[in-house]
């Protein structure tokens, strides 16, 4: 029974990794403050589409690798923190190499998700509150901006640093970011539907495969959390 609900637990965790809500918010504030055009859009696609082919191979990538090495050795040893992780996976690299190639592993993935979420949160801070909000303006042009993004940075950092267990930190912020998943994009495939100009609009096949999609990881990753509680 606490290994069914813990598969599903992660089952959900997982889904609020790889769709996390605040990646909307980032994603249509990046494309205003780059001030692309209908006629960037494709390529928009592109760059969207295969940015989430790769992340997924990567994430693949490591799975695999931890199946063929731990799972495979010591399936049964505890994975409760990050130096549990380290401890197993490094020395298969051996005992230098293997914590210089996962210590930039962390270091690349807390950088970029450290960047990317207070950029996200600064870009919608100020859209609802007025402020000037934009990568093209200097601090002294922007202060409020880089000011509120410097404090979510803070903020993160200091997170980390008093959290007592990094890994259970993780999967309850993804579990939460399952539960928000529906509102973020429940709205956004509103918008998609009804409220985008005529010719932009999802129609047909395509309209109702997009819904059906949405239901399902929506209903997994709230079906998943709440089997945790």
């Known amino acids: 029974r606490s290994t069914h609900v813990s598969f599903l637990v992660l089952v959900s965790a997982?889904?609020?990794?790889?769709?996390?809500?605040?990646?909307?918010?980032?994603?249509?504030?990046?494309?205003?403050?780059?001030?692309?055009?209908?006629?960037?859009?494709?390529?928009?696609?592109?760059?969207?589409g295969i940015g989430a082919v790769v992340t997924q191979l990567i994430m693949a990538a490591v799975l695999i690798a931890t199946a063929a090495t731990i799972g495979t050795t010591n399936p049964h040893?505890?994975?409760?923190?990050?130096?549990?992780?380290?401890?197993?996976?490094?020395?298969?690299?051996?005992?230098?190499?293997?914590?210089?190639?996962y210590s930039l592993g962390i270091l690349g993935a807390a950088a970029v998700a450290a960047i990317v979420v207070s950029l996200a949160v600064a870009w919608s801070v100020g859209e609802v509150t007025g402020y000037r909000h934009s990568l093209e303006l200097e601090p002294r042009q922007a202060p409020w901006f880089y000011t509120v993004y410097t404090i979510v940075i803070l903020a993160?950092?200091?997170?980390?640093?008093?959290?007592?267990?990094?890994?259970?930190l993780v999967i309850v912020v993804e579990v939460m970011n399952a539960f928000l998943l529906p509102l973020v994009l429940g709205f956004l495939v509103a918008l998609a539907?009804?409220?985008?100009?005529?010719?932009?609009?999802?129609?047909?096949?395509?309209?109702?495969?997009?819904?059906?999609?949405?239901?399902?990881?929506?209903?997994?990753?709230?079906?998943?959390?709440?089997a945790g509680l």
């Open 77 to 101: 040893v505890p994975l409760n923190t990050v130096g549990q992780v380290s401890h197993v996976l490094t020395p298969f690299l051996g005992p230098l190499l293997g914590k210089v190639i």
């Open 14 to 48: 997982n889904i609020g990794a790889v769709i996390m809500p605040w990646m909307i918010f980032y994603q249509q504030s990046a494309v205003t403050d780059k001030g692309l055009r209908p006629e960037h859009y494709q390529h928009a696609r592109w760059d969207t």
């Open 193 to 226: 539907i009804f409220a985008l100009p005529a010719e932009h609009r999802l129609r047909g096949w395509y309209r109702w495969f997009v819904v059906g999609i949405f239901i399902l990881t929506a209903s997994l990753g709230i079906y998943g959390g709440l």
């Open 156 to 168: 993160g950092g200091v997170i980390v640093a008093v959290a007592r267990n990094l890994v259970t």
